[in-house]
């Protein structure tokens, strides 16, 4: 619980003006982490190289939250997890977090990232 809170902590130094697009990972969720390491799905041991080394819903959350703004036009969630995340409650929280559009990054996801 410590890393995440340190890292919480600095989520804050990064906030930018008037973005029109973030492309963010949003890697696992600590409910789904959680759930499969009780299952046997994911080694305990992975618990901590994978809440170090990546972005989980909750704080990817608060950095969107913290750069939310007028000019803001998409969000592209990055790098979501085969196995601890969900691409559609990740993509239905962030549509609730900021009714801007939304998108899962896949293979052959094309999208227009102008300003405008």
Known sequence: MEIISKFY?????YQFNNLSHILVECNY???ILNQNIHSGIIKEAMKNRIIRSHFELNNVKEFV???LNTKLRNIVLLHLSDNN???????KAMESLTFE???IADRGL???LSER
Do not use: Q
């Not at 902590?9 to 130094?13: A, K, P, T």
């Not at 995340?85 to 990740?90: P, Y």
């Open 85 to 91: 995340s969900s691409c559609k409650e990740f993509k």
């Open 29 to 31: 969720s600590i409910n």
């Open 65 to 67: 939250k913290a750069n």
């Open 110 to 112: 094309r999208m227009e």
């Open 9 to 13: 902590l600095s989520l804050f130094e």
């Open 101 to 103: 559009k939304v998108e």
